[in-house]
Structures are given as structure tokens and as C-alpha cells.
């Protein structure tokens, strides 16, 4: 509470009721006059209520004076608006610099304030080249409030000085007649409150700060009041729009309860480290992430409780309180007693799926995968710390890492799949990750899939790749080129295609497993349609042997013909259901968001083939440091965009150019 507000409180505390004197007088200001007197106080401080208007009557016949109820009010000082002036100039100044700054030529301006301790004057300064107040427009404004005993030397001295503070020009005179008002309104909801005002006329007095805090007070208004706006509001003098005097305290739903994971759940945050020559050591990647019996695997943060809101009539609101959770634990791990942390029961792999954090035992493969292994297994996650040699199979429930290389071999994890020396698949190799994503050194002619991303930092060269999120190639020299490549959101590369325009197809913006299920079906349906093209010529020749024959063949002939029949009934039925299964997959398409898009730092060359969902854009022309994506439904070129988590500070940003 402010230390104004504090004297006002101990003023009404010490000077109550019994100091309320009524006055009888020929106007109110002979009454106020009279109670100064009998009070031992300056008029200037009183404040009073008319409790019966008086009438002059007709030449003193019938005169009925004024009956006036007189009591303390605030000790005024000569110089207290002053001081409240001059530091509400204070805490403004900075924002009247920054005018001054943005309209350099303003003329000056001045402002006259009645209030129960005088009346005040105001002269601002012109700016640059603006017009200074004159005399005659501050004794116009003055006549035209009909106020009358100011000092005109005061007047005519702040006009040539233009100091931009209150002057005092003289004794206020109560005239009720031209006093303003205000009125209170409180929202429905009692969030806010209102102050209506209505400007004085004339020479009327304005209305004051405490003037306004008891109305508010009177009206219930207890919470949230805006004491400086209040302040700032009543200096501008502006009534245009309400005074928003108070605001409520809405209610704070609690937050909810969270797990906070110790351990890496996602591996879309890789960094790649090289040294001076460009070289990425891969070793350094740690994506595998192994923990040790005891170790902390997730905490949960309980929720929290809501914090209720009070409206401005001090009304409690109700806040709800967060929602409470549990950490889902798979196996080999341990939940405390209370629910609250998980540790590992086990040396081992950290295995997150479905929502569920389990440890499972890591399968170390020394050396190859060869003859001397067989074909790998395993329901945990496997470390091999050579080679997959051709035509061998590693699965594993968890994640793969080949400290090695991969070569025409066929490698399938759940978790993430990790090849630190590059792939050479000879057109044969098969790398899927069903629930995680793909990362190695380079990828040549081999098939790659992943559930998530497919990372390859030195490049992907003439293979078909498929990602349900992005494919990114981000090395110094990584190229795109050659083979089909199909990404959910993201193709990002430093090069894509090369200088001799081989070709490269590129498509965004739909899940990969979506366009191959259409591209299954369209493959069964061309099946079905050559088949049944070739069944209705045998169809039709039957048919037309059983007309010249009387409508009879003979006995072998006639079950061929009642196969056929069937067959051709079977095929059509299915042909019937693959065209449905098409075109709700194709309508499912046409609802997917406008996103997707391809971006090459370096190069895109011509003979690129880019699809975004169904617009197709052939590169005829080379581009450099580009985005391609949609907009409404035209590609649009915009400038590269680094992909998240692989911003290279050191290469400067550019416009795309072609």
C-alpha cells in the first residue's frame, strides 16, 4: 500500500464522524468559508456534500440558504501535485524521448487542472520546428472555463519559460454546478471495474485520485486496483474511453504431472563432430545408449495445485489442480515404492517403445557376421564390432550397431540401426528400422527404410531410401544422386543430382509406406486387369463355340467354361474392392496438409524429379542454397533452411539464386 493511501487511512482512523459539521450559508463557498473557520483548517482540505440547495428568491423574498455537510479531507499541500507531477514526468521521460525522437517537429501544448487545490497550469515545449503556446491561447482557454482571480503574472512568466511543470495560478472556487462525476460498473463476471466519468464544465473541479479509490471502495471493489493507470488516467485528463480501475486475478490451472527421462529417449538431436580436415569420427556418436545396474532411468514430477483467482469484489475462483501420471516401465528395470523413479535392474541397452522404458541385455558380435556366427537373432540389441558380410541376416528387437560396414546383407531392428562405416549393397542390401531411424557413414546402391529418419552424412548414391520423417545429408560433400528417394517431411542434402543431370526422383510430403501400399495395389490391380483381359478372350471364344454348338460343349470344354465363369466373377469382385482401397488411400492424400519439401545448401542440378504430394517439379535449371515446397498449391523456391539439430554456423546465409 502506497504511503499516500497509508495518510489517507490515518486521516479517516483519527478524524471521524464527530468533525462532520453542517453549515447554513448564502452559497457554498461562504459555507466552506465558514467551516474553515470553525475548524481551524484551510478550505482546501475540506470536503462537504450538499444536503439542501439553497435559493436566492425574488429580490431577497423567499431566500433559502444553502445547507452544506462539511467534513475533513486529504491535507492538501501547495505543492503536492507538483511533486506527483514532476515525478510521473520522471517516469515517463524515456517514452517522451522516443516520441520526441519519431515526430521531430510538434508544437507545444499546455493544460489547465481545477482541482480542490487550485488551479494549475502546464506549458509544454515545442519540438524542432513546432509553434511555442502563446499568451492568448492559455487567457482564451481561461475565459472560456470562466475562471477569474488567477495570478496573470504567474500565467504570463510559465508561458515565456515553458518549463513543462505545474504552476499554481490560484484558489480553487467550489461551484458544484460544474464539478464532473463519475459512475462505477463492475463486469458481470467481476473481473474488472470501470470508471465512468463525466468532464467538468467550466471551471469545475476534476476528479482525484482518492476520490476515485472511495468509489471504488462504495461499490465493493476490493481486489486488482490499478493505482498508477488510475493516476495516469486522471493527469491525461482524456474521458474518451473508461478507466479500467481494477482487474481480477484469474484462476491457474495446476500443471500437470511429467516424466522427466534421465536417459535418451529420442535420437533426433545428433551432432556430428569433425575435426579440421572435414572427417566425422563416428565412434564419438554414442547413439546406443548403455546404463549400469542402479542407474536412473526417468523421475516423475508430481503435479501441481491450481491457484485460485479473486475477482475484483475479492470473490474466490476455484483453480483445477494437475493431472496426475505414471512412468510405464518395461523389463529389467525397477519402480520406487512411491511410484516416483525408475532405476535399471541390469547392465544393458535402454529400449524405449510404446511409452515404456525397459532395459534389455546387449548382444556383442566380435568381428564379422559371418560363417563362424550364422545368421543373428536376438530380442535385446546387438553390437557387432565388424562387418556384416554378404547375404547374411541380422535382426534384433532392440537396436543394431555395426562398428564396420554392411554389405549386400539384410539388417532389421525395431530401435534405431547404426552403420559407422557406410553401406555397399551391390542393389541387394535391405536395411529397415520399424520403430526408430537409420544412420550411417554413406549409402550405395543399397534399399533403406525407416520409421523415423534416414542420416547418411557422406551421401546416398543410386539407392531407393524410404523415411517417415526426413532424410538428411549434411555432410561437407554429401550428394543425393541417383535412385528413388521418398520422405514424409524432409529431403535435405548439400548436393542433389550432379553435373551430368542424372536422374534423381524426390518425394515429400506423404508417409513412404502410404505411397508403397498404393503403389502395391495399383501393382495387384495391373495384374488383375491382364489377367482378366486375357480370361475374357478365352471367355468370349467359349461362348461362341457354345452357339455353333447348340448351346452345348463337350464335357471338358464346358467345366473350362464354368471355371472360367467363376474366375472372371472372383476377378471382377476383387478388381471391385482394390478400386475402392485405391480411392480411399488416394482421398486420404488429397486431406494431407500442404507440408513437405526439399532443400539442397549447395546444388539441386537438372535431371531432379521432385514430387511434393502430387505437384511435380522437374529441375531444368540448377539452384543453389534453396528451399522447394508448397505454397497454396504452386511449388514455391524460398532460401535453404538448415535441418534441425545440423545448423553449420560457419557457411553464410544467402539468398537461393539460380
Avoid at 447554513?24 to 474553515?36: G, I, M, P
Avoid at 515545442?126 to 482557454?141: F, Y
Avoid at 467481476?190 to 466519468?197: Q, R
Avoid at 494437475?322 to 532405476?343: A, H, M, P, R
Amino acid at each position: 500500500m502506497s504511503k499516500l493511501k497509508d495518510l489517507m487511512q490515518a486521516i479517516g482512523d483519527d478524524e471521524g464522524q464527530d468533525d462532520e459539521i453542517e453549515v447554513y450559508a448564502d452559497s457554498v463557498k461562504n459555507a466552506l468559508e465558514l467551516a474553515a473557520r470553525e475548524l481551524k483548517m484551510d478550505i482546501s482540505v475540506l470536503d462537504y456534500e450538499i444536503l439542501e440547495k439553497g435559493t436566492s428568491g425574488f429580490f431577497g423574498i423567499g431566500r433559502q440558504p444553502y445547507r452544506v455537510l462539511v467534513r475533513p479531507g486529504h491535507q492538501y499541500h501547495e505543492h503536492d501535485d507538483i511533486d506527483k507531477i514532476e515525478k510521473k514526468l520522471a517516469s515517463l521521460s524515456t517514452d517522451d524521448l522516443v516520441s520526441s525522437r519519431i515526430e521531430r517537429d510538434a508544437d507545444g501544448r499546455f493544460s489547465v487542472r481545477v482541482t480542490k487545490s487550485g488551479v494549475w497550469l502546464t506549458v509544454h515545449p515545442p519540438v524542432g520546428a513546432g509553434k511555442s503556446v502563446s499568451l492568448g491561447d492559455v487567457q482564451t482557454r481561461l475565459y472560456a472555463l470562466r475562471i477569474k482571480g488567477v495570478d496573470e503574472q504567474k500565467v504570463e512568466k510559465e508561458v515565456k519559460k515553458q518549463s513543462g511543470k505545474k504552476i499554481r495560478l490560484g484558489d480553487w472556487i467550489p461551484n458544484p454546478e460544474y464539478d464532473g462525476t463519475m459512475s462505477i460498473e463492475v463486469s458481470d463476471d467481476e473481473m474488472s471495474a470501470y470508471v465512468h466519468f463525466i468532464p467538468p464544465q467550466y471551471s469545475g473541479r476534476h476528479m482525484e485520485f482518492e476520490e476515485v479509490m472511495t468509489a471504488l471502495r462504495n461499490a465493493g471493489v476490493l481486489v486488482g486496483i490499478r493505482e498508477k493507470d488510475i493516476n495516469e488516467y486522471l493527469e491525461k485528463m482524456d474521458y474518451a474511453q473508461p478507466l479500467l480501475a481494477a482487474k481480477g486475478d484469474p484462476p491457474r490451472d495446476g500443471r500437470n504431472a511429467y516424466i522427466d527421462y534421465k536417459v535418451r529417449v529420442e535420437k533426433t538431436d545428433v551432432q556430428f563432430e569433425e575435426d579440421e580436415k572435414g572427417q566425422v569420427d563416428f565412434r564419438n556418436l554414442d547413439l546406443l545408449e548403455n546404463v549400469v545396474v542402479g542407474q536412473v532411468l526417468a523421475v516423475k514430477v508430481p503435479f501441481e495445485d491450481g491457484i485460485p483467482g479473486r475477482t475484483v469484489t475479492n470473490r474466490v475462483l476455484p483453480a483445477k489442480s494437475g493431472k496426475d501420471t505414471q512412468i510405464k516401465y518395461g523389463k529389467n528395470t525397477i519402480l520406487s515404492d512411491d511410484g516416483n523413479e525408475l532405476t535399471a535392474a541390469t547392465n544393458g541397452q535402454v529400449i524405449f517403445k510404446a511409452g515404456k522404458i525397459s532395459v534389455d541385455e546387449v548382444l556383442y558380435i566380435k568381428g564379422d557376421v559371418s560363417l563362424e556366427t550364422g545368421n543373428i537373432t536376438s530380442l535385446g540389441s546387438v553390437v557387432i564390432s565388424g562387418s556384416v558380410l554378404d547375404n547374411f541376416v541380422v535382426k534384433a528387437a532392440g537396436n543394431i550397431e555395426v562398428r564396420g560396414s554392411v554389405q549386400k546383407a539384410n539388417i532389421e531392428a525395431e530401435g534405431d540401426i547404426v552403420v559407422k562405416q557406410g553401406i555397399m549393397g551391390r542393389d541387394e542390401a535391405r536395411i529397415e528400422s520399424t520403430g526408430g531411424s537409420v544412420f550411417a557413414k554413406f549409402m550405395q546402391r543399397a534399399n533403406v527404410i525407416a520409421e523415423k529418419d534416414v542420416v547418411a552424412y557422406e551421401g546416398i548414391v543410386h539407392s531407393n531410401v524410404d523415411a517417415g520423417r526426413r532424410i538428411l545429408c549434411s555432410g561437407r560433400r554429401a550428394r543425393i544422386v541417383g535412385g528413388v528417394i521418398r520422405a514424409g517431411e524432409e529431403v535435405n542434402a548439400r548436393f542433389i543430382g550432379s553435373e551430368s543431370f542424372t536422374k534423381t526422383e524426390l518425394r515429400v510430403g506423404v508417409n513412404p509406406k502410404v505411397l508403397q501400399q498404393v503403389s502395391d495395389l495399383e501393382g495387384i490391380k495391373k495384374q488383375i486387369v491382364d489377367e482378366l483381359d486375357k480370361l475374357n478372350k478365352d471367355y468370349t471364344t467359349l461362348t461362341s463355340q457354345r452357339k455353333s454348338m447348340g448351346g452345348k460343349l463337350p464335357k471338358e470344354k464346358e467345366e473350362l467354361f464354368v471355371k472360367m465363369t467363376a474366375q472372371q466373377k472372383k476377378l471382377n469382385a476383387r478388381q471391385a474392392e482394390l478400386d475402392i482401397e485405391l480411392e480411399e488411400l488416394k482421398s486420404y492424400l488429397g486431406m494431407l496438409g500442404k507440408k513437405g519439401k526439399v532443400c539442397a545448401e549447395k546444388s539441386v542440378f537438372p535431371g531432379v524429379d521432385i514430387f511434393i504430394k502430387n505437384n511435380r517439379f522437374p529441375v531444368k535449371d540448377p539452384y543453389s542454397f534453396v528451399t522447394i515446397a508448397l505454397e497454396g498449391n504452386d511449388v514455391r523456391l524460398s532460401q535453404y533452411t538448415y535441418p534441425e539439430g545440423f545448423e553449420d554456423r560457419n557457411t553464410r546465409r544467402r539468398p537461393p539464386r539460380r
